[in-house]
């Protein structure tokens, strides 16, 4: 019980100097001692007098020590050890994988590009081979998220799978053992246009900005005449690599965010006195998951004009999240202050009464409505980035729908670039749409002639998409797929009007 109880101590002696909301203000505290000795005494009396024998480690990592933070706010959590390492291997960008590109539908997993020198080349896995099972799980019985959980629990372990390659009868089982992996927080870098280029942010890592800058450069660097920043589905990560980044687009001396805490010293982070930024105009893709760090950043540039934010509300959430190492490998993650972008506004939302075990907690953090930016357009406050031009992602009717379940795209691009060398500027044949849908009545997939007219042009970009995938690597693909992605279509559009 002596690991178990360094726990205990550590946790309340961190919750309790630095939350200090776990008490009624007119109720005497207790001191950490009497704390400590009352659970101490109840686990004992569960130790000698419960009818099952009590395993003490779960019933702190994953049940007091939990249980005591959600009175604070659904965020601070705690870290047993494994959760604890998987954290700072997320913090390196490290991270162990088998070195491939999946499209994950319900029920399938077809592989579009398999990385150099890593486990899934050495097993053989190619583009255009669907895995059927891994470890003994048939994909084809679970739903897309159950297939995200299963391959990510995949890759701390050797993994077996049952793979069908493209033209054969005869199914393949191969065992692969996960390897370490560097990977970029930012994931895609290519032109849209000559002179206006596009750059996907992952999540805010180490290295984030330094590879941001990078990506940059490779693409014109500050002869770019536009910018267009994708951070859909980022979650966040380290407020420092998110101040840094922002820094490349604004002035010396400008506020990017400020910190506020009852026992954090208010701070204020501001771009450096000797900064060059980044001229040409920036337009900054969001959607409902983009959280912290992307919020920051994307409040930053809108509260001073810098760019034009694009897509669907943000996440909202502001919390300063201080990670605490604690012993035996553990650590936890406490909510200690909020984040207020230059406006004033902060980024978090109010919490809901279901976010807590005991009901609402903590006080809103927008009272104020009337916040502006530099040059006086008014913005709305309440949490969250509210984009300057709404987008929403590209409209799914019931033949798309269809197309896209069927993995019919990705099927039929593995037929059609087997024995063929794909260059680049590779158009598609006009053909190609014929051999397409004659492929599709062949499996009973048979569109009226109103819908194969209404979706031409996304039939023949999304298999170009896929052909490009399987034939030039996925950021050729996504390249194609762009031409047909309405934010980024709608953020070029404001790029060129801004420059025009």
């Known amino acids: 019980m002596t690991g178990v109880l360094k726990h205990i101590r550590a946790a309340l002696l961190t919750v309790g100097f630095l939350a200090g909301t776990l008490f009624a203000a007119d109720t005497p505290k207790d001191s950490d001692e009497q704390m400590m000795k009352r659970m ?8 000698t007098y419960s009818a099952e024998p009590i395993d003490t480690e779960p019933a702190f990592y994953a049940g007091a020590i939990p249980g005591l933070l959600r009175h604070l706010d659904p965020h601070s959590v705690f870290f047993d050890p494994s959760q604890y390492g998987q954290l700072k291997q997320m913090e390196s960008s490290t991270r162990k994988g088998f070195g491939t590109v999946v ?18 080349t050495k097993a053989g896995l ?26 990510n629990e995949s890759k701390q372990k050797p993994a077996h799978l049952v793979v069908r390659h493209p033209g054969n009868v005869r199914l393949a089982e191969l065992t692969l053992v996960p390897e370490e992996m560097q990977s970029s927080s930012v994931e895609r870098a290519f032109l849209l246009k000559p002179g206006i280029g596009y750059i996907r942010v992952a ?9 941001t800058r990078e990506a940059i450069t490779k693409l014109g660097g500050y002869e770019l005449k536009g910018l267009v920043i994708d951070l859909r589905n980022n979650p966040g990560g380290l407020m420092t690599a998110a101040v840094q980044m922002a820094s490349y687009f604004l002035k010396s001396g400008q506020a990017v965010l400020s910190i506020h805490g009852r026992n954090v010293p208010e701070k204020i982070e501001r771009v450096p006195a000797d900064n060059k930024p980044y001229q040409f105009p920036v337009a900054i893709i969001v959607n409902a ?28 959430k502001g919390l300063v999240q201080s990670v605490f190492p604690l012993s035996e490998g553990t650590g936890l993650a406490l909510t200690t202050a909020l984040y207020y972008i230059p406006s004033g506004r902060s980024i ?8 807590f075990a005991l009901g609402e907690t903590a006080a809103h953090p927008n009272e104020r409505t ?22 929403l992602p590209l409209d799914m009717d019931r033949f798309r729908t269809v197309l896209e379940g069927t993995a019919s795209f990705t099927q039929f691009a593995a037929e059609y670039v087997r024995g063929r060398k794909i260059e680049p500027g590779f158009e598609l044949p006009p053909e190609v749409l014929d051999q397409f849908r004659a492929w599709l009545g062949d499996r009973q997939v048979q569109p009226s002639l109103l819908e194969w007219s209404r979706n031409s042009e996304f039939i023949s970009t999304r298999l170009l998409n896929e052909i490009y995938n399987l034939g030039l690597g996925v950021e050729k693909g996504d390249e194609v797929e762009a031409r047909i992605d309405p934010p980024i279509q709608r953020a070029l ?6 420059g025009s």
């Open 126 to 151: 190619m583009p255009g081979d669907e895995i059927l099972a891994v470890n003994n799980y048939r994909l084809d019985r679970l739903e897309g998220e159950q297939i995200v959980e299963l391959l």
């Open 370 to 391: 009337d916040f502006k930016t530099d040059a006086g357009r008014p913005v709305p406050g309440g949490g969250g980035i509210v984009p300057d031009i709404p987008a």
């Open 40 to 47: 101490v005494d109840a686990l004992r009396i569960m130790e």
């Open 203 to 211: 999540s805010f890592e180490e290295k984030t900005a330094v590879q």
């Open 289 to 316: 998951k983009t959280a912290s760090a992307s919020e920051i950043v994307s409040g930053a540039l809108q509260d001073h004009d810098r760019a034009t934010i694009v897509g669907e509300p943000t996440f909202g």
């Open 103 to 120: 499209s994950i539908l319900p029920g399938r997993v077809m592989i579009l590009q398999t990385l150099p020198n890593t486990p899934s």
């Open 493 to 498: 559009e404001s790029i060129l009007k801004s």
């Open 348 to 355: 978090q939302k109010a919490f809901k009464a279901s976010d």
